[in-house]
Structure formats: structure tokens, C-alpha cells
């Protein structure tokens, strides 16, 4: 099979970028001296190589590797590990980008829904779609049901847990999941609505594929993972039991891995259907650009894999509802929650959201 | 339950310090506008409160929070979430240091075997440990059995996967694991050794759980996985296993988290037994006060858990033995991997290895 490339910024001097690049291409690759290794076969195929160097300004250098497809397994939290395991602790790299040939990328499971997907659950075939969370943490399970019942009656597509709720004693997930997913389920046949309630998954391997069980046993379609805690596999994993993935971003070091790279193209790869991230101007640093790399990265053409629905997020407030339509059109799902909890009249505001994500929707062009 | 406290370093002005420190604690915990909080109880206890800032320097502070120990469930992947979730994507912010009460210590695991259980297993109660890796991955199962037993034949007491061993199909993991495992069982036969082959574990939740039960099924004692790309609860899951837990670096970003605050009080809360990082002078950048606080935090009384074995690695050199045993005492275990793999003669270089490191050992005052 064709090698994969994998772009790296290195902070180096001219004089040393030559064996910085050698040294990250065996770290990443067979991490022990290649004097020690026997095998013509395997030193042409397993050792990592430099394929280009390219100064990007006096104290940066673009080195492009490529590796052996086979050396993921194809598996995605091995590729993880081939493309930046032990070089994390390395100060002076970042990882910025990969290129898999078209039938490495078909040995990924990619998202089973996707955008495409998500549309024809939710009935929406054009509009951008909406979300909320129920929050905060600390609620019991009947509050956090009649909180998801009202935003179901307004409307809105997807009501998920905060991330913050896990396994507390205030909610556990056995007692939560049944009792806000038939809440909504109420709601929906009262008021002709299609919310579906978005439980999140924590814990380790036995723990998660419990929760998978009782989601499933309840009738849950959609579930959410933050997949730098639980572990980046875990979400090839919720795919293959045929859920509707939500990623979510927390525990992301952005300092040191592009997170373009990260959310847009590796939760992807493993299989989220959609990815929240914190939008340009919330709460969080993401500029504009970064924000734009991750809508391209999660939905352009990539082999067969289906394009994955962006999730702006991160102390969004509806004033900014046309504005974030404008930015990324309409294969978008807006996530508004904390302005909603906060809003005078929180069932009209909740109405007013939909409404207006429906309405807002400019002509889009690619 | 007493509240626990988490501190961090912020890049801020004198000017928004206060501010910047507020809206930190309500993102690690409730994350929505509080004027939306309407229970009291709630309000006093799971919403995150700033207890202290003091500056560092003219442009730092360090921000210590309060929060509840209700809100990580008692559970390491929450706990991280809590810690550092949504934060992690703030680029003013570091993860420095935790401070857990006794009894909310005693609701986490911990290991089950740390430095003691170890000594006991190996049968050596005082000098230094010696750890060894099957390297380069690419290797049939064949070759890594033969490796195995020649580590095995002199003495090294844990012989690891290569973390870049995953299940590519050079080796997967139930064809590589019970022929190299018993190779190791008759080598330590045949020349009374009590060497341990420790497989490394990956992939996802329910192929996780498969990996533990083939190791079981073949004798296996002692495991390792890299928690920041597997989920650091699958720590915990190992320790209830029964298994004894080598915990790996890989994908750790330690720009922003302390790298000794992850591994050697988080894995150690986790269940890890013994914590893999790249030693100072080795091929990574880590300080030799980074290092001592790693192996201080590994191995200093906390609440009840007991000590677990640093284990300094990354580009170990024999020659280096001395200097790395005067640095950490005999409580730590000595890893090297690639320079006996390229010595001349490697299985004198690794008899020399284990010989050497059962005499260096020098007076220990911890």
C-alpha cells in the first residue's frame, strides 16, 4: 500500500533541521537505533522517512514524513500513536496535517451517518440544524427530564447531556437516560417534534459498553463521547453499534496538535458524525481560520468518507445566529445552551432558536 | 465531603485577574451563566469557587479553585474532566497541581501493587528494577518470542511491547502474546529467572476487554497501555483485573498539563503500578526537576494508595546507570530499550545491565 504522510512544524536551526527531521521520522516510526535493525524488508517499509523540509519562517521548518499504512493496524488510536505517540513530549513540534492514500482511508471506518445521515433522522433536509445542552451538573434526573421536555417542545434537534454529566450520584446514567429520553419522546408525539436526547458516555471499556446497552435498550439513536478522555477508538466502537456520534472536544491540548486536524479529520476518520468545537469569538481562543479548517476538514470530499456535521459551540448567544450561518451555511448544527437556560423566558427562546436557524439559512455554495 | 482543590497557572493582567479566575471555575464546572442556577444547595456546592490567586510573575498567577468531589463521580476520566475539560482548550491556562482530601483519595482505586507488589512479584525487595521493550514493531512473533527469551535469559524483570506494537498484522496481539509469553516462562525455567513479559493493550473498549482475556488465559501478570490514548479509566479497568499496570506517555501534550501532575498522581489514582517517562538527558526535554517531581509525586505517602515505580526512560544509555540509580535510589525501575538491541553483543549488554543494576544500588534517603 501507498505510504501516508504526516506534517510536522519543528522549530530547528538550518543547521540541525536535517538530523531533527531523521531523529522525529525514527521516533515516530521504530524508536531504536536503525544500526540495530537487520531486516532490509522492514527498514524499507516500518522506518519512518523525510520526505520533505521546507523553512516556513527563521525559526520554523514544514517536515513531511511518510510512514507505513500498515503500522496503524488500521486502527485509530494507533494512527494516533504513529502520528504523534512520543513526539507529544517533544516541545519544539507540532502536529499539523496528514495525507492517507485513498485505500488507507477506505480501511477506516469514517462516520456511518454523518450530515446525510443526521438530515434524515431529524427530517431536515436543508436547514441548519440546532442544539442545546441540559445543564448544569448537580440536577436530579426528573429536572433534567423537564428540562429536555421543554426544549423538545420547542423544537430543538438535539438535546444533549453537558459533558459534565457523567456518573455523579446527582444523575447516574441508568436512572438519567430512561427518564429524559421518554420525556422527550412524550414531547415529540405531543407537539409532532423529532428531538432526539443525546446521552454522554464515560468510564472505562466494560462501563461504556454497559451504557451502550442500556442506551440501546431504551431506544437511544444519538449518543456523545468526549474521545481525548474516553479514548479516540472509543467512537469507531459507538459506530459499529449503529449510534449517531456527537464528539466532544474537552481534554484537547490545542497547543500542541492542530485541532483542525484532530476534530475534522480524525474524529472523522474513527467515525463521529458530528464534532462540537468552541466557536471564533465564545468563550474560547479559536479564530476564525481554525474555525473554517475544521467546517472544511469535517465536510470536504474525503475518499468515501461521509461528511460530518460542524458544531460551533462554546458560549454561543442567538444574537449571533445569522452570523454563524453566514460563516459556515447551512450543513451546520448550531448549539446553543447556556444563553437558552439564561434567557427570561427560556421556552420562547428555545421556539425563537428554531425558528430562526430554519429561516436564516442563506444560499450556500461550498 | 471536604472540597478538593485544583491549582493553575494563568497568563493575565492584574487588571482581569479576578475575572479570568471567576469564569475559570464556573467552565470546570457548572459552564452556563449563573444567574440560570435557581437551586441553592447546588449553587453553594457543585459550582467550582475561586479560593485563592496569588501572582507568580508580572504577567502569571496562580488561580487555586474549590470543587465539589460529588462532581467527579469518583471516577479518573471525570476527574480529568473536571480538572481540565473544556480548559484544556484555553490557551492562558496550565494544569498545575491537585490537592484531594483523604477521603475522596479513598474513593479512587488506586494501584493495587505499586512499588511493593512489584518487589514482591520479581523478588526484589531492594535493588533498582530493570525493564527492557520487543522492539522494532514489524517483527513476526517469531522474532520477538526469540528476543524475549534472551532478555528473559538475563534477568531484566519486565520485558515490554514496543508502545508502537499495536495489532498490525506483523504480530497481532493473540498470536504474539502466548508464543512470546511462553518463550519468557521457559527461559525463566531453564535458567531461574522470574522475568515478566508485559504485553501493551489498544483499541477499543470491547476489543480491550478481549486483549485482558487472552492475557489471562495465557499467565500474563503485568500489562501496559497509554492511558492518554486508550482513556486513562482503562487504568482503572487493568487494576480490577487483576493485572499489574505499566502506564506509557504517549500523546501526553505536556505544554499544557504538569507532565508529574498526569503521571505520577493521576496514573497513580488510576490504578497505574508503574509510570513510563522520558528521563532527563534522554531523547526528550524533560528537566531533571521535572523528573524528581514525577518520581516525588510517584512515590510519596497519598492517602492510603500505595508508592508506585517511576520508571525513567526515552534513550537510556547503560553507561548512564550510576548516575540515574544516585538520582532516584533503588525505588525505580531502569528501562532500556534500543542501546541493548545495538550493543555488539546484546546478550551480554543485557546481562550487564541487570547485573549492574542489582550493585549500583546506593544508601537510599528518600
Known sequence: MQRFRVRYQVKASAANIEARAQALAIEQSVEMPLSAIHDAELMHTVVGRVET???TDAQHFAVTLSLAPETTGFEIGQLLNMLFGNSALH?????????????????????????????????????????????PQGLPPQALAQLAAR?????????????????????????????????????????GTRSLYVPNLTGGPAHLL????????????AVMVAPMISGISVLSTL????????????????????????LGKLFRLAGAD???????????????????RIATFARAPWGLHKAICPVPAGGMHP???AEVIAFYGPDVMLLIGGALLDAPDMDR???????????LSPAYTP
Open 53 to 55: 523540509i521546507a523553512p
Open 91 to 135: 516541545e519544539d513540534l507540532r502536529l499539523e496535517d496528514i495525507e492517507l492514500p485513498e485505500a488507507m482511508l477506505a480501511r477506516f471506518p469514517g462516520p456511518a451517518c454523518g450530515i446525510a445521515g443526521l438530515r434524515e433522522q431529524l427530517n431536515a433536509p436543508q436547514r441548519p440544524l440546532t442544539c442545546t445542552a441540559l445543564k
Open 151 to 191: 426544549f423538545a417542545q420547542a423544537g430543538i434537534d438535539l438535546i444533549k447531556d453537558d459533558h459534565g454529566i457523567a456518573e455523579q450520584h446527582f444523575a447516574p446514567f441508568a436512572q438519567r437516560v430512561p427518564l429524559i429520553q421518554a420525556a422527550v419522546a412524550q414531547a415529540n408525539e405531543r407537539h
Open 210 to 221: 454497559e451504557q451502550m446497552r442500556i442506551a440501546k435498550d431504551v431506544g437511544i439513536k
Open 239 to 262: 459506530r459499529e453499534h449503529g449510534f449517531i456520534v456527537l464528539a466532544h472536544p474537552a481534554l484537547l491540548g490545542i497547543a500542541r496538535m492542530d485541532p483542525a486536524l484532530v
Open 274 to 292: 458530528a464534532v462540537i468545537y468552541p466557536n471564533h469569538g465564545g468563550r474560547f481562543g479559536f479564530s476564525p481560520a481554525c474555525c473554517q
Open 319 to 321: 444574537d449571533r445566529l
Open 349 to 359: 427562546a428555545a421556539t425563537d432558536f428554531v425558528q430562526r436557524a430554519a429561516h
